[in-house]
């Protein structure tokens, strides 16, 4: 069972990035997929979440409007496209499978993150 996160990387405020997630190994059809992020001496903290079907779709108030969840069923992936990024988005970004939207649980599964740097 592995979620592959990529996109991450170094850009500047206002700049836009689309991070993916690869889920491979399972079928997690009955899962929410999620991002989470967590900002450098913070918690982690939830971005977004979307079915695999793409119906239910959750943001967090932060990024609403700003950050986009899709799916592609054909190739296992979701993904986050994040717009008119700021210094204060950058944190590292993980994937989750998860039976719940929020809660953190012990049974989740998690991609390895992938770092996202917004400079000013």
């Known amino acids: 069972v592995q979620l592959q996160a990529s996109g991450g990387g170094l850009v500047q405020a206002g700049d836009s990035l689309r991070l993916s997630c690869a889920a491979s190994?399972?079928?997690f059809s009955s899962y929410y997929m999620r991002w989470f992020r967590q900002p450098p001496q913070k918690e982690r903290e939830f971005m977004a979440a979307?079915?695999?079907s793409g119906s239910n779709i959750y943001y967090a108030d932060s990024v609403k409007g700003r950050f986009t969840v899709s799916v592609d069923n054909a190739k296992n992936t979701v993904y986050l496209q994040m717009d008119s990024l700021k210094p204060e988005d950058t944190a590292v970004y993980y994937c989750?499978?998860?039976r719940f939207?929020?809660?953190q649980a012990g049974?989740?599964?998690?991609g390895q993150?992938?770092?996202?740097t917004v400079s000013s």
């Open 50 to 52: 979307i079915t695999w």
């Open 107 to 110: 049974n989740d599964y998690w």
């Open 101 to 103: 939207v929020l809660h």
């Open 113 to 116: 993150g992938t770092q996202v």
């Open 25 to 27: 190994g399972r079928t």
């Open 96 to 98: 989750s499978a998860s």
